[in-house]
């Protein structure tokens, strides 16, 4: 049985009020801390992914924190797009090996395996780069969103020297 109602968090009160003073803005420092070190935590790739799977989480993941499209949401999106370039790594190579077309258990000639895999995953990790916004369009998109930001904040002779 509690007393009252919960407390409200840090950044209801910051929308609420222009200016915290005394506790609440402690909390605010507070709570915008731990907020950074969850932030922090987010950069480990999750258990159970391959070496390699998780050489490539951590570059997608770069690349979405700079952004700033590594949140919580996109994390399943992530993962299995960084098993799929894994596998996709490795289906390449086997395809550089053997070759294209390799010979069949009767002697003649058949396409390789991995070539087939390779296409697949090809369309798998499309799909998961443009449900990450990381298309070629949806990194535009980004880009001039950023640019009509430093518009409206005044900083255009910054926008002209970068």
């Known amino acids: 049985m509690g007393k009252g109602r919960p407390p409200k968090s840090a950044a209801v009160h910051a929308i609420e009020k222009p200016k915290l003073y005394g506790e609440l803005a402690e909390r605010a420092e507070i709570e915008s801390a731990l907020r950074a070190g969850e932030r922090e935590m987010a950069l480990k790739p999750p258990r159970g992914l391959s ?3 998780k050489r490539e989480w951590r570059m997608v993941a770069e690349i979405l924190r700079m952004y700033g499209l590594l949140i919580p949401a996109n994390a399943i999106i992530l993962e299995r797009l960084a098993r799929n370039l894994a596998d996709y790594r490795v289906a390449v190579r086997h395809i550089s090996d ?9 002697g003649g000639w058949t396409y390789n395996p991995y070539w ?5 995953l090809e369309d798998k ?16 998109r980004l880009g001039s969103l950023a640019v009509r930001a430093r518009k409206t904040a005044g900083d255009v002779m910054d926008m002209l020297v970068d």
């Open 51 to 53: 070496r390699e799977a």
């Open 98 to 106: 053997e070759g294209i077309v390799v010979k069949s258990r009767r």
């Open 116 to 120: 087939g895999v390779k296409n697949k």
């Open 125 to 140: 990790i499309h799909r998961d780069l443009v449900e990450l916004g990381l298309s070629a369009t949806g990194i535009a």
